[in-house]
């Protein structure tokens, strides 16, 4: 069964540096999504991405942040410098339609 | 505001019991309703949804969920639990007019043999 992956699955970074987490959507989708759990916290959505530009966005969201999908399989969030809140799990998604999302398993992101 | 409520945080049963996970929602729009699982170290998957018609839906594993318009609602049910049912599950809401789905807090379930 086709599957969502995301790499790595776990990240540490130090607060300032770049972070990139990657994302190999399931191959016949054309929406994609970035959401993220903060530990103990709901998961929140971030973006989502369609006909290679961002189609909705949260207020999360905001200029440290960006997608891209570089090649035809890869989709990435890249965080620019990094704080300590952004430390969080960090899901992508994929859908062929909009209404049924599946999920990878999610890369955590630890910022000292 | 749009939000969801999954009002247990940690559920308990024994295997073979029945099981009920709870969820309210609040949205303006007609709302699009599911029910995501998630087992350690896996992602989220989904169990079934509702978008219109018969209230009563039927999902994977065996998992039911009914949507009550007058309580706003759309509770997870199952007949009978199975030690492999444990996990946390989530119930989300969505819209026809956005991308972003909605999450509740999540219900942690153990199941004891």
């Known amino acids: 069964e086709p599957e969502v992956t995301q790499t790595p699955s776990h990240q540490v970074t130090q607060m300032g540096q770049e972070v990139i987490l990657r994302c190999v959507p399931i191959s016949n989708h054309l929406y994609f999504y970035w959401y993220r759990q903060i530990l103990g916290q709901k998961v929140e959505f971030l973006v989502s991405f369609y006909n290679n530009e961002i189609s909705e966005k949260s207020e999360i969201f905001d200029d440290q942040f960006s997608v891209e999908r570089p090649d035809g399989s890869n989709f990435t969030l890249k965080i620019r410098s990094t704080k300590l809140e952004d430390s969080a799990m960090y899901f992508c998604?994929?859908?062929?339609?909009?209404?049924?999302?599946?999920f990878g398993p999610g890369t955590r992101l630890t910022v000292l | 505001a749009q939000s969801v409520t999954q009002p247990d945080i940690h559920i308990t049963v024994s295997e073979g019991a029945s099981l009920e996970l709870r969820c309210n929602y609040s949205?303006?729009?007609?709302?699009?309703l599911f029910w995501y699982v998630q087992s350690p170290g896996q992602g989220l998957q989904l169990l079934l949804k509702y978008f219109s018609g018969d209230t009563l839906v039927q999902g994977i594993k065996g998992f039911e969920a009914e949507f009550k318009r007058s309580q706003s609602s759309f509770n997870l049910r199952k007949p009978s639990v199975h030690w492999s049912d444990a996990a946390e599950y989530f119930c989300?809401?969505?819209?026809?007019?956005?991308?972003?789905?909605?999450f509740g807090t999540g219900t942690r379930l153990q199941v004891f043999p």
């Open positions: 998604a994929s859908s062929e339609v909009i209404e049924e999302q599946f």
């Open positions: 989300a809401v969505g819209a026809r007019n956005t991308d972003k789905l909605i």
């Open positions: 949205y303006g729009a007609t709302p699009y």
